[in-house]
């Protein structure tokens, strides 16, 4: 690794999403989460696995305030925060760049800054030349980046992000996986990801987060050691080194722990 390249985090830290104690009751008496504490700082990509059912994707629908906790503290201090949920959620009837503009449309921007941060975020994501494609013209692995590039649009500080890749093959898993990373070195965006496969939470991550079954709370918290920096977001070779398979291993043991 190179000494001379500025490391991604930096050393004033600002906390975007503290939950403290953060519970959820829904109406009909089902207790998704308990006592989860997490929070996620600037320069942070953190990573959430856990369990089927656990209350992962409500703990993020906490984070983005489609849902209130029903107690503990919940507080997010980002005045913009991207989403992105597993499935696509295009528009069938409109083209990629319709879609990725549709934020911003709502947002009520101009239609030349809309068409001009649609345009810069279709780049970001690799997927010049297909504006005018429809989503069904496209491959799963595209259609998530057209939803990717939609959030981006945004400029978000918090980019929120449901299993985004459970649907791709791994192949197509791993080139986003990358194009993420590099994204969250040059965006400079804080990340909240939720995934099931603990290498994915590995590499992508600065930290990781562990989470028991039903009502969900956080059991173990993983700081990840391996570099990232703007120049080399991270190599991907890390994934067939042996500190890579023990740290995978520790969180893989910590989640079965969990689930008992
Ligand atoms: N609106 C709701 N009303 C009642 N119960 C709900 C509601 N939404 C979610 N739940 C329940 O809360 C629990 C957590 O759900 P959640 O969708 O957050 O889990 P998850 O960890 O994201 O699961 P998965 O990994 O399968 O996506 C589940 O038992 C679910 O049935
Ligand atoms: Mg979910």
Same mark, same amino acid.
């Given at each position: 690794?190179?000494?001379?390249?500025?490391?991604?985090?930096?050393?004033?830290?600002?906390?975007?999403?503290?939950?403290?104690?953060?519970?959820?009751?829904?109406?009909?008496?089902?207790?998704?989460?308990?006592?989860?504490?997490?929070?996620?700082?600037r320069?942070?990509?953190?990573?959430?696995?856990?369990?089927?059912?656990?209350?992962?994707?409500?703990?993020?629908?906490?984070?983005?305030?489609?849902?209130?906790?029903?107690?503990?503290?919940?507080?997010?201090?980002?005045? &913009?925060?991207?989403?992105?949920?597993?499935? @696509?959620? $295009?528009?069938?009837?409109? =083209? +990629?760049?319709?879609? #990725?503009? !549709?934020l911003?449309?709502?947002?009520?921007?101009?239609?030349?800054?809309?068409?001009?941060?649609?345009?810069?975020?279709?780049?970001?994501?690799?997927?010049?030349?297909?504006?005018?494609?429809?989503?069904?013209?496209?491959?799963?692995?595209?259609?998530?980046?057209?939803?990717?590039?939609?959030?981006?649009?945004?400029?978000?500080?918090?980019?929120?992000?449901?299993?985004?890749?459970?649907?791709?093959?791994?192949?197509?898993?791993?080139?986003?996986?990358?194009?993420?990373? &590099?994204?969250?070195?040059?965006?400079?965006? @804080?990340? $909240?990801?939720i995934?099931? =496969? +603990?290498?994915?939470? #590995?590499? !992508?991550s600065?930290?990781?987060?562990?989470?028991?079954?039903?009502?969900?709370?956080?059991?173990?918290?993983?700081?990840?050691?391996?570099?990232?920096?703007r120049?080399?977001?991270?190599?991907?070779?890390?994934?067939?080194?042996?500190?890579f398979?023990?740290?995978?291993?520790?969180?893989?043991?910590?989640?079965?722990?969990?689930?008992?």
């Amino acid at each position: 690794m190179s000494t001379a390249t500025a490391p991604v985090t930096t050393t004033v830290t600002s906390t975007l999403l503290d939950f403290h104690d953060v519970e959820m009751t829904f109406p009909d008496g089902t207790v998704a989460l308990r006592g989860v504490h997490l929070t996620v700082d600037r320069g942070e990509f953190v990573s959430v696995v856990g369990p089927s059912g656990c209350g992962k994707s409500t703990l993020l629908r906490i984070a983005s305030g489609l849902e209130h906790a029903s107690d503990g503290t919940a507080q997010v201090d980002a005045s &913009r925060i991207g989403y992105v949920f597993q499935d @696509a959620t $295009l528009l069938p009837w409109r =083209s +990629v760049r319709d879609n #990725v503009e !549709l934020l911003a449309e709502l947002g009520g921007r101009s239609k030349e800054e809309r068409r001009a941060k649609a345009d810069r975020a279709i780049e970001l994501v690799g997927l010049t030349g297909f504006e005018k494609h429809l989503p069904k013209q496209l491959s799963g692995g595209m259609r998530m980046r057209t939803s990717l590039a939609r959030s981006l649009t945004l400029d978000p500080e918090l980019f929120l992000f449901d299993e985004p890749f459970g649907a791709l093959d791994e192949i197509t898993r791993e080139r986003l996986n990358d194009e993420l990373l &590099r994204l969250f070195v040059e965006q400079r965006f @804080a990340g $909240l990801f939720i995934t099931h =496969s +603990v290498s994915e939470a #590995v590499y !992508l991550s600065t930290k990781v987060v562990v989470m028991s079954g039903r009502p969900g709370t956080v059991v173990r918290s993983f700081d990840v050691p391996f570099p990232m920096t703007r120049d080399m977001p991270r190599d991907p070779d890390i994934r067939f080194t042996p500190e890579f398979a023990e740290l995978v291993g520790e969180v893989s043991r910590a989640l079965r722990e969990g689930h008992r």
